[in-house]
Each structure stands twice: as C-alpha cells, then as structure tokens.
C-alpha cells in the first residue's frame, strides 16, 4: 500500500499499543467480530480552492468534493506561510468548505486541502495561496486573565502552560513569555496552550502570555505565575489509571507514566508486573463475576488507585452511563463527568465524538506535549474512568487522529470499529456508523449476527453514533441507519438504540417503522449533550417524538433489570432528571 507522504494507517487493534500485543487480551469481550476488507485506495484529490469574503482577518474557503470508493470521511485543513510550513489547523465534518478566521492582517497564507476516507488514507493536497486584507488599527486587546493560567509540571524538562482566551473578540494568536523572554508564538485555532521542553531540572520558572490582535497589537502581559521542573527522574502518573474492556472475569488496567517505567497493577492478592514503557496497559484475568476489585497501579515508586467492577450476572440489576459528543473542554463535559463518577453506574458507554480535536492531530506526542487527550478527556474524567469501564463508540471526530485514539483506548473485538458485550441481563451491541452498514458489509454480518446470538438475553440494546430518528434538522437522521439498520433492529427485537452526533436530547416512542406503537417497539434515545454546544431544533416536533431538549448539557442513565429498564436524562448543571422512560421486555 502506498499513502501519500506524511500519511499514516490508523493503528489495526491488533497491533502493539504501548508496547502491549492487544491480541493477548483480544479475547476478553464476550463477542469477536470479523474484520472489513481493508480498503488502500486514497479518495481523489479536492478540486480548485476558491476563496471568498476576504476580511483583515478571515476568509472562506470552498472546493469541490472529492470522492471515494468507500466514503469521504473529512478534509484536513492545512495552514502555514509557505507550502513546506503548512501544518494541519483543522478537519472538517465531510463539508467541502471552511471559514478560516482570526488571520493577520496583511498576511500572506498558504492553504491546502486533503481529503480523508474512514481507513485514514489521505488523498493528495490541493493549495491556495491568500493574503489579507490590510487594517488601520492601533488598539491593543485585553490581556488574557492571569487567574486562567495554569502550569503544571510534566518532567525534569517540560512544563505544561495553559491559559483562558482574551476578552477581546478580534485576538488571532498569543505569545508566551518564560522568565520575560518570548518562548513561542501560538496562532488560532490551535489550542490555548503550550508544553515548554528542555528545561533544566528542579528549577522555577516563571511565565505570562500576551494576546495578539489581527493589526499585530500586543495586549499587556498576564499576571506571571510560577512552576519548578521536578528533579531528574522523577515519575508521575500523568494519565489514568483507566479501566476498559471488562467482562466477568477480566478488564483492561491502563495508565501512562511521564517517563518509561516499569509498572505494575496489583489486584485480587496478587501483582502483574509491565515492563517498561510510558503507556501501560496489563490485562487482568481470572477474576469472578460481580465483584468489586480494587487495584493499585505503580509506575516506578509512585502509586495510583481504582476500582475494577466485573460484569454483573443474570437476575442483577445495574445502571450504566451513555453519553455522547462530549470531549471538548467545556463546563458542560466537566459537570458530566462529575456527576457520572458519582451516579453509582458500574461503566461508561458512549455514543462517539468522544473527543474534539482544537485544531490539528489531537494527541501529536505525549512525552513532549500536552494534548486534546490531556485537556479535553482525561482532566474531566480521571476519577470516572478509574472505576468505571470505559467502552467507547466511534463517531466521526475518532477519524480525524491517525488511529491515536484507539492506541489510547484499545476498544473490544478484533477491530476498532464495532463489537458486543454481556451485562446481566443485557446484551449491548456497539456498531460504527462512520462504516459501512448496508447488507453484505462486515459490519451488518456481525451486527446480524451478534443480534441473533443473543435472542435469549432478557434485553438487547444498540449503541451508535449517528441516529437513526432526529428532529433537528432535515439531515440529521442518518439514512444508512434507519434504511438498513432499524429493519435489523426491529426483526432481532432490540429495545433501545442509544446515539448521539446531533448536540441535543430527543426521545422517540416506540416505534416500528418510524411509527409509534403500543407494544413490540424500538425505543430510540439521542442523548448528544455531552458538553460539546447545541444543535437547536429547526423542525416542529414530529408524531414519533416523545420528548426533546436543546438547552442543558446531559448524560442518559441507563438502570436494567430484569423485568424492566429505565432510561434517565440527567442535566448536567444540576444533577437532576429532566426525562425518564421505562420499558419492559
């Protein structure tokens, strides 16, 4: 296979992933799932950029689409002064435009667009060269707010900066400042921070940020705020630790430390040794059903604690959290995630777009920067994820990193894309709306497959992002679902099909071909609030819909038991349920 330059393979989940061989614990989930033909062929080139409504400091991009034996997946947006500098600024949701915004004025740019299939090859790139528009303007913008930085150090040599945005609304970058010296120059939309390396050990330094207009004014400095480097060979634990593929009698304990280390998870009396490495991932085995585990993690000297919860058995009630659309560092994914950890729900099922990226790759390199995975997931969900198993579905976003997020979050299955577990007395079946679905695909042979082999679970429920029934816009029920899934779903007696994609919440009734009916329907839910901003309902509310919202950030909590099932709304800001419905079997 021959990708053009620069290009990478997302990671196959049978690959190494911090040095770990997944295929070893490949075997922990309940259901195997076949894996698609791989697909090698790169989508067509984009066609002629052209640029319009050219501002001081903005200008839209358009271009005709590219195309794809499989599908287009995005465009990558690239950014720099020439074409050998350009680096990836963004990637777009399959929309062949983009609106690039907080420019320089007088500002000469080259962009370049590439197309992306859901296997991650990348098409080759098409430039545009732009110069802004010129700008009389000698005010300078308000500093950023010294209360928002904070620094955090990572090693001996790195220390990790970032800051809240500048009240100003024409701001298109930022300098920081160590110790009074210009260290870097950030230009939006990259993320507002920076990781200083090559730093000397067990040292203060001290640091302030200035914002910069599109004229090129330069606001005050922020209040200075200080950190020291640790002392050379000092190990944290800097991500996790963080529980994932959980069956009855094994789970998935991961953990990352600063350095490379030797690690450790001791659990159930006994101790698993890792070698050494910064991404740590020992599979546990051997444990019994419905048991609470805790655990210690070790890297080196330091330690790091959690829970695991094995699967429940038949006849146990239990609640799990489904939440979609979330990663994007918002107060609404923060108060989620606080009140997941403490719902008393025993896993995490999301419904995909799980994490945001700001601008390019979203985790380029952990032992030299702090990522999207850094402040975007793990800062707002570490105390959730150390005790509640994570069990992840794919959305479009976890296309657009060159397979980062499943070396970071090995999911179940011989793939990263769908697969099947057993709860109690449920069966949850993952799929991966970003794949093909249609009949004769790999994916609807699991699917049809998976659904049937488990007819004697007391419940059967759907997870997958891109919903079937939505009334938020004329577009946003997907086609693909509900032309060949919700058929399936309906012959193979699922109750509930969970998803996200739009930002909102919505509840159908039961329904059987789009239909509301008494009994023997499919209950759909979109619970898509997760904290990443609102999709507004643009269409009158249709007969199938039961209850919707567009204006608190939630979280679907999901309690089964044997006889029945009870789908909760919970608002994010005050912890309380804004909807709920029971079904029963």
């Not at 593929?245 to 600063?258: I, K, P, Y």
């Not at 009949?439 to 659904?451: E, H, I, K, R, V």
């Not at 996200?500 to 239909?515: A, F, W």
Request: hydrophobic share 40%; net charge negative.
């Amino acid at each position: 296979m021959v990708l053009a330059a620069g290009v990478h393979r997302a990671l196959p989940l049978s690959s190494r992933i911090g040095g770990v061989a997944l295929l070893a614990v490949a075997g922990l989930v309940a259901s195997a799932n076949p894996a698609a033909a791989v697909d090698t062929s790169p989508p067509t080139e984009p066609g002629t950029i052209t640029v319009s409504g050219l501002t001081s400091s903005s200008a839209a991009l358009a271009w005709a689409r590219s195309t794809d034996d499989v599908g287009i997946e995005g465009y990558r947006v690239y950014r720099g002064s020439t074409v050998t500098s350009m680096s990836l600024i963004a990637t777009t949701d399959a929309v062949a435009s983009y609106s690039a915004s907080h420019l320089y004025a007088s500002g000469s740019y080259v962009f370049g667009v590439t197309a992306i299939d859901a296997a991650n090859n990348e098409s080759p790139m098409r430039t545009v060269a732009v110069t802004t528009r010129a700008v009389s303007d000698s005010t300078a913008p308000a500093a950023p707010s010294g209360a928002s930085m904070t620094l955090h150090a990572f090693s001996s040599t790195r220390i990790d900066i970032t800051w809240g945005a500048s009240s100003s609304s024409d701001v298109s970058g930022y300098r920081v400042y160590r110790n009074g010296v210009e260290v870097a120059r950030i230009a939006l939309p990259n993320g507002l921070r920076y990781s200083d390396n090559g730093l000397a050990a067990a040292t203060s330094y001290a640091y302030a940020v200035r914002a910069v207009d599109s004229a090129g004014n330069l606001s005050a400095a922020s209040s200075a705020k200080a950190a020291t480097t640790l002392p050379t060979d000092t190990v944290l634990i800097a991500r996790g630790p963080y529980v994932s593929n959980t069956t009855g009698t094994s789970a998935l304990v991961s953990w990352w430390t600063n350095l490379a280390t030797t690690g450790s998870v001791t659990i159930a009396g006994r101790t698993i040794t890792d070698s050494s490495r910064q991404h740590h991932a020992v599979a546990v085995t051997g444990l019994s059903p419905a048991t609470s585990y805790p655990y210690t993690v070790a890297g080196g000297s330091v330690t790091a604690t959690g829970v695991v919860r094995t699967a429940a058995t038949p006849g146990q009630t239990f609640s799990f959290a489904a939440i979609g659309d979330f990663g994007g560092n918002s107060i609404g994914e923060k108060q989620n995630a606080t009140n997941i950890a403490a719902a008393g729900t025993q896993f995490i099922q999301t419904l995909g777009d799980n994490i945001y990226p700001a601008a390019g790759l979203p985790d380029p390199g952990f032992g030299r920067t702090y990522s999207d995975f850094d402040q975007r997931f793990f800062k707002q969900f570490a105390s959730a994820i150390r005790s509640q198993t994570f069990f992840p579905a794919n959305g479009n976003k976890e296309y657009y990193g060159n397979g980062e997020f499943w070396s970071a979050f090995p999911m179940p299955g011989t793939n990263h894309s769908w697969y099947g577990y057993d709860w109690a007395d449920a069966h949850i079946l993952v799929l991966d709306s970003e794949q093909p679905v249609a009949p004769g695909t790999a994916q609807y042979a699991f699917a049809q497959s998976d659904l049937a082999a488990h007819q004697s679970a007391r419940w059967r429920i759907v997870a997958i992002q891109r919903p079937p029934y939505s009334s938020a816009t004329s577009n946003s029920s997907s086609q693909p679902v509900q032309q060949y899934l919700v058929p399936l779903f309906q012959a193979q007696h699922v109750q509930l099909v969970l998803s996200g994609n739009t930002h909102d919440y919505e509840r159908s009734h039961p329904l059987v071909d789009g239909r509301p009916v008494s009994t023997g329907g499919v209950t759909y839910i979109v619970s898509g609030g997760g904290g990443n901003g609102f999709n507004p309902f643009a269409l009158a509310q249709p007969d199938w819909s039961a209850c919707r919202e567009a204006v608190y950030y939630e979280f679907a909590k999901v309690t089964v038991a044997p006889d029945h099932l009870t789908v909760e709304a919970i608002r994010a800001d005050t912890n309380t349920v804004l909807d709920t419905t029971t079904l029963t079997p």
